[in-house]
């Protein structure tokens, strides 16, 4: 009849409605336009009218909400959810006849305005210690704080960035983990806010209570529901992992009553009238202590109360704020719960594993998830919610507590199944590959070089220093200890080192420290070669007699950092004018200039199988820094020289005793002489890992942590014959025009902002082209290679 209906702000899921439609009443959705996968099935519910929340309360919402009122007359207006609490308020408080319901909400959105009612209540259970606080005045107050302690943040609800910090070293940890995504969440909301609270820590079981407030003020409570989080299942945060009914406590009559009495002392704290609220709390060793209240049901509160005790929450809501008498039927209580177990990483969903073991638990009615087939699920710290129920019922409590409490022992989502892999710094480009999906990475990052996509699809362990083992080792070991990793590795100059002695801490597969210090100290590498038929003069060097001394005795020579790669501290000598403005730190090397055209040799090591994927032409700007210009690969080079220049490579790679990865080796050939610049247990920078790709159809990173992980990759056929990369040298407001035809561009990546300015090292350069051909332009591309090689522009281009 008209009048028995009521408004539902936003959005309603399935199991929030049907005792309002049990109870004969009218529902009418006022949809948000905003799209979500949690929302009711529209063959039952269908929206009387939609509207864009993002845009706030204001005029046109006003106007919609009141003539949808002068056509149904609804007599209550509900919310679901936390995100549409404000705007309830707004609208009930801009329409006269709706004034009385919602009313004070928005005080639950400020926790710390809660807390500072909570605190003036004369019931003690309501009084918690939080203070707001800074991110930068934590850091600097961190050896005056009381441990443990309790960071949320302010304006969330759930356990959403909520962390229990025990000492220093945690609070420096969420400030490099949690705080960025803190802040990357709520970027562009409009309510939500970075804002942190610091509290005291509850330790203890989480329990709710949910409660019908009329527009007077009358407050009914209903039964308890208890949480098992996170911390109960050995995981580390607050999430919601299982909610059941009836509660543990039940039996103990004193004890029920005093949580009852907290819920309804912390609702009238905040004076809320003519809404609902969910009260969470937790039960420490000295009775039931307040968390926080959020003005509208608890998540999946209402399915679960009506399948434990028989109660329509939804449909109490509706008749509290309509002054219509509560309908409680007093059925006996039949223990029910829902697990929604978190993915411990951001995975791809691809259904649930191990189906047939969770239907044998005791109790199982079924399962359901609110997540399309291959999107991205993940941990609830990653800002996500859930997705994935489980029912059960149970002959009592305690059996029921037992059949959730199993789901957390089975891989529900089948990452135990998928090899666990650490990478220790990097770009996208060693994490983002054909296949990456199916392998577990955990990735070591430094706050700066961290991505978007890193984010998203790596398990990310953030730290200053790549170097900094003590902070992050201690973490990956207890993680080793709970899943075992199968390797690590990096391919990036900084953690080459830290990865091997990682590796050999956690006794997993990793490419040896020898290897890695052969190649990183540029002395060690020399004394590597001092017998062989590749030696090459060199030594320590820590002022300029030293250096003039060396070039007087064997002629051009080159300085450089013992230490390093690329083109940094790289300094051509010929005599002792040219010594007069290098700067020595007693950490560099010199030695002979070696003569020849200058090469770099692409390889991947697996297991100590050695294997060449190709040489790459290099060109640079000559002395006196030596600034990578362009590369070409393959290298057009007869056969007799690929001969030389692999058997050489091969045999260093043996001496290295490099196991495990790619190896980026510069040589030069002066006839039939090879000559060692130098050798990284990396791939090549300077896109080189792209072309070796694009031609050979050889991920080096894939192909690295595929086969350390002892897992298949998909095929990858080659994209190109031939793939060239040339860095310009652009004048100030320059718009500089790509050297070869369109049809052969793969890529332009330019950075005006360095245009008109010298080129001393690789980071000073103002961009480059990349290019691509197929085997039926294969000539042609290299005469055009050929023609565009003598133009100094490209070749030999100043630094100075």
């Keep these: 009849m008209k009048g028995n209906a009521c408004l539902i702000i936003g959005n309603v899921r399935e199991g929030e409605y049907e005792g309002l439609l049990a109870d004969g009443v009218e529902v009418l959705l006022l949809a948000d336009t905003k799209p979500t996968a949690k929302i009711a099935d529209a063959s039952h519910l269908q929206p009387v009218a939609r509207y864009d929340f993002s845009k706030g309360y204001g005029e046109e919402l006003r106007q919609l909400v009141a003539a949808l009122h002068t056509e149904y007359a609804f007599t209550s207006v509900l919310n679901f959810r936390e995100s549409y609490v404000a705007v309830s308020e707004q609208i009930c408080q801009g329409h006269p006849a709706l004034r009385h319901l919602q009313r004070h909400v928005s005080r639950t959105l400020d926790k710390l305005q809660q807390r500072a009612c909570f605190n003036a209540s004369a019931n003690r259970d309501l009084h918690v210690t939080s203070r707001r606080a800074t991110m930068e005045a934590l850091l600097q107050q961190a050896d005056a704080l009381s441990w ?238 859930n997705y994935v129920y489980i029912e059960f019922r149970g002959a009592d409590t305690a059996a029921l507590r037992e059949s959730l409490l199993q789901v957390a022992q089975i891989d529900v989502y089948g990452e135990r199944e998928r090899p666990a892999v650490i990478v220790v710094g990097g770009r996208d480009s060693s994490i983002n590959w054909p296949g990456s999906a199916e392998i577990d990475v955990t990735l070591i990052q430094t706050p700066a070089q961290l991505t978007p996509y890193q984010r998203q699809h790596a398990e990310v362990l953030l730290t200053e220093r790549l170097d900094d083992l003590a902070h992050w080792l201690p973490i990956l070991q207890e993680r080793h200890r709970q899943r075992p990793f199968s390797a690590i590795v990096s391919f990036n100059e900084l953690g080459l080192m830290p990865a091997a002695l990682a590796g050999e801490q956690l006794g997993i597969c990793h490419n040896p420290r020898r290897s890695v210090e052969q190649s990183r100290d540029k002395l060690l590498f020399r004394q590597l070669l001092v017998d062989g038929p590749w030696a090459l003069p060199a030594s320590r060097v820590d002022d300029r007699a030293q250096a003039l001394a060396f070039v ?166 080659a994209a190109y014959q031939r793939m060239s990369i040339r860095f310009l040298n652009a004048a100030e407001g320059a718009a500089p025009q790509a050297p070869l035809p369109a049809g052969w561009l793969i890529r332009t990546s330019l950075q005006p902002e360095k245009f008109g300015r010298p080129v001393r090292c690789s980071s000073e350069r103002h961009g480059y082209w990349l290019f691509g051909c197929q085997a039926s332009d294969e000539t042609a591309f290299l005469a055009a290679l050929a023609d565009m090689n003598v133009n100094p522009q490209f070749s030999e281009y100043s630094d100075e």
Excluded at 158 to 170: E, I, M, P, R, T
Excluded at 241 to 256: D, G, H, K, W
Excluded at 578 to 606: C, H, K, M, W, Y
């Design 552 to 717: 007087q005795r064997h002629g051009a020579s080159i300085i450089k950092p013992i230490a390093g790669s690329g083109s940094q501290g790289i300094y051509a000598v010929n005599n002792e004018q040219d010594l007069r403005d290098i700067p020595f730190d007693g950490n560099q090397q010199i030695e002979a200039f070696a003569r020849g055209e200058e090469f770099s040799v692409e390889t991947l090591s697996l297991d100590g199988e050695h294997r060449l994927l190709g040489i790459t032409r290099k060109y640079t700007t000559g002395a006196p820094h030596y600034v990578e210009t362009g590369h070409d690969f393959p290298a057009p080079l007869a056969p007799e020289d690929e001969r030389l220049i692999a058997e050489a490579v091969l045999w260093l790679l043996q001496a290295l005793g490099h196991r495990w990865g790619p190896a980026h080796t510069e040589v030069k050939l002066d006839g039939q002489r090879v000559q060692f610049i130098e050798t990284q247990t990396r791939f090549g920078g300077d896109q080189i890992w792209e072309m070796v790709w694009g031609v050979t159809g050889v991920h080096q990173a894939a192909a690295t942590i595929a086969a350390m992980a002892k897992t298949a990759l998909p095929a990858t056929p």
């Design 148 to 385: 443990p302690c309790v960071l949320k943040p302010a304006s969330l609800y759930s356990s959403l960035f909520v962390k229990c910090l025990h000492s220093a070293q945690d609070l420096a940890r969420y400030a490099l983990e949690e705080w960025p995504e803190l802040q990357a969440y709520v970027a562009g909301k409009s309510r939500e806010t970075s804002e942190l609270l610091l509290e005291e820590y509850l330790s203890g079981s989480n329990h709710s209570i949910d409660c019908a407030i009329t527009p007077d003020g009358e407050i009914t409570t209903f039964p308890i529901v208890d949480v098992i989080a996170g911390v109960d299942i050995q995981r580390p945060d607050f999430h919601h992992f299982a909610r059941y009914s009836p509660s543990t406590l039940q039996s103990n009559e004193e004890m029920v009553a005093r949580c009852h009495r907290l819920a309804r002392d912390a609702v009238a704290a905040l004076g809320l009238r003519g809404t609902f609220a969910h009260v969470e709390f937790i039960l420490t060793a000295a009775g039931p202590r307040i968390l926080e209240v959020g003005a509208r049901p608890g998540g999946s509160r209402i399915y679960v109360i009506r399948q434990a005790w028989g109660i329509a929450m939804d449909a109490c809501y509706h008749r509290a704020l309509s002054g219509q008498p509560l309908r409680l039927p007093e059925t006996p209580a039949s223990a029910f719960g829902i697990a929604t177990p978190f993915a411990r990483h951001n995975i791809v969903w691809q259904g649930l594993r191990h189906e047939a073991q969770i239907r044998r638990i005791a109790g199982f009615q079924q399962w359901y998830a609110w997540v399309e087939p291959g999107a991205t699920i993940g941990p609830v710290g990653n800002g996500f919610q």
